[in-house]
């Protein structure tokens, strides 16, 4: 009994435009992270620090801090 060699044939593998899809694959995941990102941030960061800004300036008197920082003696020509 003689035993025949056992061929195994694999699928060649795809190579042509696989360059391409791949640039497209990352690009799609890019633009998708960047997306959730800024939005994220939008509302994690900007939205908070705008509505403190908008607290903030809404009992802010300029004249009786420039009076403050001048009894202080902050400003030479004053």
């Keep these: 009994m003689a035993s025949a060699p056992a061929t195994i044939s694999s699928a060649k593998p795809v190579l042509r435009g696989l360059h391409n ?4 694959k990352n690009l799609i995941v890019a633009i998708a992270l960047t997306t959730v990102v800024t939005v994220a941030w939008n509302f994690a960061i900007n939205k908070p620090k705008k ?4 607290e903030f300036y809404k009992t ?5 801090s420039f009076e403050r920082m001048k009894a202080n003696g902050r400003f030479q020509s004053c």
């Design 51 to 54: 509505v403190a800004y908008a």
């Design 21 to 24: 899809a791949t640039i497209k």
């Design 60 to 64: 802010y008197d300029a004249q009786k």
